[in-house]
């Protein structure tokens, strides 16, 4: 379990549900902020700075896609859809817009405690996983894990906790390819089979950051994996 009480934002129209996870996460010491649509939902992220967010999709107003996409251009605290939806499309699609893990509703309460855990685990300690924490280095970028940060000369990088994962794994391979599965249990450590296409999304938007920084490119290699490009050329 994380080792600090957590502010966590539960955003849900069903005030049965919303209560059921106040009470599973208060067994913690975990403090919660309440909405119930998606307005009041972004109000609350942009003004209470939470720690963390469960995040549904369906409710009033801005849908949680929407929602997860706001909260994303305001701020980096890890977002964790719990939604009704098993759908993979769905998953790809939250998970592209900036969400850091996906729970299908039901789910029992030692799953939601443990995902959470991981969560936090993995932006509380981007060190703990025994690899060296001192700055790493590519054509420019610059990243501290032991601080979660990432420059590019004077600009600082917006990651989020599975962005970061993903580029850190790439810049330690030095321009090696890093094969999908290899790159997609970096991104998401506490999944023991994560999607390969979660990968999709979520590199192409930390391509879109550290190109438009100034950064190395990230290419595919087709069928293979991604590797870190620092002197040459991208190709179509």
Same mark, same amino acid.
């Given at each position: 379990?994380?080792?600090?009480?957590?502010?966590?934002?539960?955003?849900?129209?069903?005030?049965?549900?919303?209560?059921?996870?106040?009470a599973?996460?208060?067994?913690?010491?975990?403090?919660v902020?309440?909405a119930?649509?998606?307005?009041?939902?972004v109000?609350?992220?942009?003004e209470?700075?939470p720690?963390?967010?469960?995040?549904?999709?369906?409710?009033?107003?801005?849908?949680?896609?929407s929602v997860?996409?706001?909260?994303?251009?305001?701020?980096?605290?890890p977002?964790?859809v719990?939604?009704?939806?098993? *759908?993979?499309? /769905?998953?790809v699609?939250?998970?592209? =817009?900036?969400?850091?893990?996906? !729970?299908?509703?039901?789910? %029992? +309460?030692?799953?939601l405690?443990?995902?959470?855990a991981?969560?936090?685990?993995r932006?509380?300690?981007?060190?703990?996983?025994?690899?060296?924490a001192?700055?790493?280095?590519?054509?420019?970028l610059?990243?501290?894990?032991?601080?979660?940060?990432?420059?590019?000369?004077?600009?600082?990088?917006?990651?989020?906790p599975?962005e970061?994962?993903?580029?850190?794994?790439?810049?330690?391979?030095s321009g090696?390819?890093?094969p999908?599965?290899?790159?997609?249990?970096a *991104?998401w450590? /506490?999944?023991t089979?994560?999607?390969? =296409?979660?990968?999709?999304p979520? !590199?192409?938007?930390?391509? %879109? +950051?550290?190109?438009?920084a100034?950064?190395?490119?990230?290419?595919?290699?087709?069928?293979?994996?991604?590797?870190?490009v620092?002197?040459e050329p991208?190709?179509?």
């Amino acid at each position: 379990m994380p080792s600090r009480p957590l502010r966590i934002l539960v955003v849900d129209d069903d005030p049965a549900m919303v209560g059921a996870i106040t009470a599973l996460v208060g067994t913690e010491g975990h403090q919660v902020i309440t909405a119930y649509d998606g307005l009041t939902a972004v109000k609350r992220f942009r003004e209470e700075h939470p720690d963390l967010v469960l995040l549904d999709l369906a409710m009033p107003g801005p849908d949680g896609f929407s929602v997860a996409g706001q909260m994303r251009a305001i701020g980096q605290a890890p977002i964790l859809v719990v939604s009704g939806e098993s *759908g993979e499309a /769905a998953k790809v699609r939250a998970l592209g =817009l900036g969400a850091d893990d996906y !729970l299908t509703k039901p789910f %029992g +309460k030692a799953e939601l405690l443990a995902r959470i855990a991981a969560i936090m685990r993995r932006v509380d300690r981007p060190g703990a996983s025994g690899a060296p924490a001192g700055p790493l280095e590519a054509g420019g970028l610059v990243l501290e894990p032991g601080r979660h940060e990432a420059r590019v000369g004077d600009a600082s990088l917006s990651l989020t906790p599975t962005e970061f994962r993903l580029l850190e794994a790439l810049v330690r391979a030095s321009g090696d390819i890093v094969p999908h599965l290899q790159l997609a249990r970096a *991104g998401w450590p /506490a999944e023991t089979d994560p999607d390969l =296409l979660w990968l999709k999304p979520h !590199l192409a938007r930390l391509r %879109g +950051k550290v190109e438009e920084a100034g950064g190395p490119h990230v290419v595919a290699v087709r069928g293979v994996g991604y590797r870190i490009v620092v002197d040459e050329p991208v190709t179509a």
